[in-house]
């Protein structure tokens, strides 16, 4: 019997280098690009899976309520589905996933699946704009934005988003800026060849397009995409910017963007700059710091406890 992995994403690409060899894999399963390869091997559809032969089902998308009921109409036993993320409700769904430790080394096991915490919903956030899925899929990330987006009434300017990937944080921030116009700047085409990204997390990163972002916006009307590496992309933009988010990984992109961005922030504004507190990705702290010391000065900033270590920059 074979193992699948649901997704095609950064999580996907993530497992080998977690322990999980890619030949082990059987298929990969996405429900939007099904039909082509991902790492050398097929992309199936979720009706493609043959749940007879499915002996394991590693999820690694965050919208695992979806995927478990998904998986029920299809007949994939749940004692055969591995959640790497959201597995916990109020109850712990990969126990009744026995035989994933019988499959996976305990090491292997470990690193997949670090420990999870139940976060109450704070008191300012009870009528949340977001939905249910978005706030499911990094709470602390999406929560602070909310709160944040909640103090810029009286900041000027644009939303905009560096490294857009498939649009989720996007469709979050143009949920809570109706009405601003949202600039979204990726080359929808994976990282510069000099960035160094590694095959698996290169083709990760070109399973997206601007046509699936748009369809998920809320106000699409709103949307700029600039498609095209940065900052060539931006050529022409004169927006100032109330809200920007950083996420391109790697040093020097960052680095270009903190040095575009930031003199274009509004006072009161916010850069929020992803994957700072990623150990995977240690390259985006190091481009922080090496611009604090262009600057010559240290800017004030706030660490968020979420997925990949947002730190959260405030325009003075």
């Not at 900041?155 to 949202?182: D, K």
Request: aromatic fraction near 10%; hydrophobic fraction near 40%.
């Amino acid at each position: 019997m074979g193992i699948y992995v649901w997704g095609t994403g950064c999580g996907a690409s993530e497992l080998a280098a977690k322990g999980l060899p890619e030949a082990a894999v059987t298929a990969y399963v996405d429900s939007f690009f099904g039909g082509g390869t991902f790492l050398g091997k097929p992309v199936l559809r979720p009706e493609a899976v043959p749940a007879e032969d499915c002996g394991l089902l590693i999820v690694t998308s965050r919208d695992s309520q979806a995927i478990a009921g998904r998986c029920r109409e299809l007949g994939i036993p749940e004692d055969r589905i591995l959640f790497l993320k959201n597995h916990c409700t109020l109850w712990d769904r990969n126990c009744l996933c026995p035989q994933a430790r019988e499959l996976l080394e305990e090491a292997v096991w470990r690193r997949l699946l670090p420990r999870q915490r139940i976060v109450s919903t704070p008191a300012q956030l009870a009528d949340s704009a977001l939905s249910q899925g978005d706030l499911a899929g990094d709470y602390v990330r999406m929560a602070s934005l909310e709160l944040l987006c909640r103090r810029l009434t009286r900041v000027p300017g644009a939303a905009a988003e560096l490294g857009v990937y498939r649009g989720g944080f996007a469709r979050c921030v143009n949920a809570l800026l109706p009405e601003r116009r949202l600039w979204l700047f990726d080359s929808f085409a994976g990282f510069r060849p000099e960035e160094g990204a590694a095959p698996a997390f290169q083709a990760a990163h070109r399973n997206t397009s601007p046509e699936q972002v748009r369809g998920q916006l809320p106000h699409p009307e709103q949307a700029v995409f600039r498609v095209g590496f940065f900052p060539e992309s931006a050529e022409g933009v004169e927006d100032r910017f109330c809200l920007v988010s950083l996420d391109v990984d790697f040093l020097e992109s960052t680095l270009t963007g903190l040095r575009w961005f930031w003199p274009r922030l509004e006072p009161g504004g916010y850069l929020l700059l992803h994957d700072w507190g990623n150990p995977g990705l240690d390259g985006v702290a190091e481009a922080f710091e090496q611009w604090q010391r262009e600057l010559g000065q240290r800017i004030p900033a706030v660490p968020l406890p979420d997925l990949c270590g947002t730190l959260v920059l405030c325009k003075v």
